[in-house]
């Protein structure tokens, strides 16, 4: 039977796509494909940006004010329409409902931070910054941004990047990841519901000819980007290449250091969310256990029971805690990098591979993996697995453990487990990692901060939402102004002036 097609959603209608090319919207908990998506070409992206471009002028005009106010309602929306929007992600990335909603509702959190607007885009003033020399700067919006996001938050990535984006003024065009298109178009059409005008905000689900016209059309002045480090890579360069500001989240490897004198049985149950939550499919997953000293044992001995006792199954099942991963491909990628731990010597303590989920045989599920005795040789130490993998390095040393986790090329977050806060005070201060818990597993930090890694979990600057997102979605202005008396005389000199 032949499956429905989604639209394209252009100066704020549902399009057809003049693409030929289309992908399947698979169920990953059944394997069945449920839709399908087009792969937007170069003219559809074109048209899009057309659009945004066009709308800019009067939403550049529209008061931060009244644009706060569309914002508003479109929260209000988001909030009534939380269900909606989280069994979509659900049914097409197959985590389990509730921990959908929990990302759905992160994602309304930049929404409420994007309605104070009018509050952060205010810029700064001095007076006499010389006698009679006044100066103020203004943040003003840059034109049409663009964001191309990932799997694995089919809501909340996209809302890191777009109300806030359109909150400073700017217009957007959106390319989701092509695997789960669903919930970008049904926001889009909740925003138009919030009185957003057309062309503001446009989706393009596609693949790589999209990117690619987004990274080199003269027109998209910004590019937020959210995926693997190897593509988060190429779309730094290439849209810098072109001239455009850029912010691309890549991969991670986060580690978890667990302390000799950490709270036991508080620690493992941490731990264990943060692993196996959606399937180990989160950029803040923590994969990797740095046990130090004598605590190895009883914590391995902790994940093991708790890991075992994990429901597996289809997300949309009230008692399952853990989903399958995204696709047949990724399973078998993961199964592979099981097999080579086990080929390169590590102990596999909880095998998740085979794993039969009855009913549901064509499903793609991965259970959950323990490994121990890992050593930073091994492919599962050095590779993103982005699934249900746990990995538990040895050292011997607090020492060890910092110069491990900053040894990785990866940096987006990291957590330490201790009861001192001498060491944890020493964790903050010294490791190389841009979001950083204490005693908490999975470190987001709030729509008023912001989010983003170092080293090879981001290229570019600025990282997302909180005031970065804002600077990063806003060019700044800075104005010296002098109101002379008719009589005054300026100060006629070729010598560079200072004002103090
Ligand atoms: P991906 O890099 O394969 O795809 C991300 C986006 O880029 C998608 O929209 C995709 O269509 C597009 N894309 C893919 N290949 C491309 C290419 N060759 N040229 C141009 N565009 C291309 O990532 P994914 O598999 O969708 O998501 C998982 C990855 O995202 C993991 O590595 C995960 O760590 C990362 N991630 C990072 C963060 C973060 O905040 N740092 C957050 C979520 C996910």
Redesign the pocket.
């Known amino acids: 039977m032949s499956k429905p097609i989604l639209p394209l959603w252009i100066n704020g209608q549902r399009t057809e796509s003049r693409s030929s090319r289309r992908a399947d919207v698979t169920n990953p908990a059944t394997g069945e494909v449920i839709r399908q998506v087009p792969l937007a070409c170069r003219d559809d992206v074109t048209n899009a940006i057309e659009a945004a471009k066009a709308a800019f002028p009067a939403w550049r005009e529209t008061t931060p004010l009244r644009r706060s106010r569309i914002l508003n309602k479109f929260r209000d929306l988001l909030e009534t329409h939380r269900a909606e929007l989280a069994q979509l992600a659900s049914e097409e990335h197959g985590k389990t409902l509730e921990d959908a909603a929990g990302s759905v509702q992160r994602g309304i959190e930049v929404v409420e931070f994007a309605v104070g607007a009018p509050h952060l885009l205010k810029g700064e003033h001095a007076e006499n910054v010389g006698r009679g020399v006044d100066c103020h700067s203004m943040l003003q919006p840059i034109g049409v941004c663009a964001g191309?996001?990932?799997?694995?938050?089919p809501a909340m990535?996209p809302m890191w990047m777009f109300p806030l984006a359109i909150a400073c003024g700017n217009t957007f065009v959106l390319?989701?990841?092509?695997?789960v298109p669903s919930c970008s178009l049904r926001m889009a059409e909740l925003f138009k519901e919030a009185g957003l005008p057309d062309g503001v905000f446009n989706v393009v689900p596609?693949?790589?000819e999209a990117?690619?016209t987004l990274l080199s059309h003269p027109d998209v002045r910004t590019i937020s980007?959210?995926?693997?480090?190897?593509?988060?890579k190429?779309?730094y360069e290439t849209a810098a290449h072109y001239g455009k500001r850029v912010q691309a989240?890549?991969?991670?490897k986060n580690h978890a250091v667990v302390l000799p004198d950490a709270a036991l049985d508080f620690t493992a149950d941490a731990i264990m969310g943060a692993a196996y939550g959606s399937a180990g499919?989160?950029?803040?997953a923590i994969s990797t256990v740095v046990a130090v000293g004598n605590i190895a044992e009883a914590l391995v001995a902790r994940l093991k029971e708790k890991a075992e006792k994990l429901v597996v199954g289809p997300g949309d099942r009230k008692d399952v805690d853990m989903g399958p991963v995204i696709s047949a491909q990724h399973r078998d990628k993961i199964v592979g990098l099981i097999d080579s731990g086990v080929a390169q010597g590590a102990t596999l303590v909880t095998d998740g591979r085979g794993i039969r989920v009855p009913g549901f045989e064509n499903g793609y599920f991965v259970g959950p993996t323990l490994f121990d005795h890992v050593s930073t040789e091994m492919d599962i130490y050095r590779e993103?697995i982005?699934g249900p993998v746990l990995i538990v390095l040895r050292v011997a040393s607090y020492d060890e453990a910092i110069k491990l986790v900053n040894s990785n090329p990866y940096a987006?977050g990291t957590a330490i487990f201790t009861s001192s806060g001498a060491a944890a005070r020493r964790f903050q201060h010294e490791i190389e990692v841009g979001m950083v818990g204490i005693n908490v597993p999975i470190p987001v930090p709030m729509a008023f901060f912001s989010?983003?890694?170092w080293k090879s979990?981001?290229f570019g600057d600025l990282h997302m939402h909180g005031m970065e997102g804002v600077y990063f979605y806003t060019r700044t202005k800075a104005i010296t102004s002098r109101w002379p008396e008719q009589s005054e005389h300026s100060a006629s000199t070729l010598v560079m002036p200072t004002l103090g």
């Open positions: 191309i996001t990932p799997f694995n938050f990535v390319k989701p990841s092509e695997k596609g693949d790589k990117v690619d980007f959210v995926g693997s480090t190897p593509v988060a190429y779309i989240l890549g991969g991670a499919e989160r950029c803040m993103e982005f987006n989010f983003g890694g979990s981001l």
